[in-house]
């Protein structure tokens, strides 16, 4: 069964920080890019970051570069996103998802086939 699951969300004072994950089971990373999107509640879904699957290179949008740093353990089938300094408009629903390319990643949603359920970030002192 092909499944992305999501996991490491929680609440976090401002300046705080936390490291989601994404783990993928029923295929394997090695031929995927992976993407990370959020949803603030009354708002539009938003690319964050992603990282191609060929040679590692990274997208980060402008709200959070420098803040947030994704990785992969293609080893363990896993996808990291580790966010600092967060800030209370960072608070979403982040969601994890796979896109079947060898091109460099982008944040463009319908490009992506297989997506997690999401975990909540709540960013608030």
């Known amino acids: 069964q092909v499944q992305v699951v999501e996991s490491g969300g929680g609440l976090v004072q401002p300046g705080g920080s936390l490291r989601l994950s994404c783990a993928a089971s029923?295929?394997?990373?090695?031929?995927?890019?992976i993407g990370w999107f959020r949803q603030a509640p009354g708002k539009e879904r938003e690319g964050v970051s992603c990282?191609?699957?060929?040679?590692?290179?990274?997208y980060y949008d402008d709200s959070v570069k420098g803040r947030f740093t994704i990785s992969r353990d293609n080893a363990k089938n896993m996808v990291y996103l580790q966010m600092n300094s967060l800030k209370p408009e960072d608070t979403a629903v982040y969601y994890c998802?796979?896109?079947?390319?060898?091109?460099?990643?982008?944040?463009?949603?319908?490009?992506?086939?297989?997506w997690g359920q999401g975990t909540q970030v709540t960013v608030s002192s």
């Open positions: 998802a796979a896109d079947f390319t060898f091109l460099t990643c982008t944040v463009v949603a319908d490009r992506y086939d297989y």
């Open positions: 029923g295929f394997s990373l090695d031929y995927y890019a």
């Open positions: 990282i191609s699957s060929s040679d590692d290179r990274t």
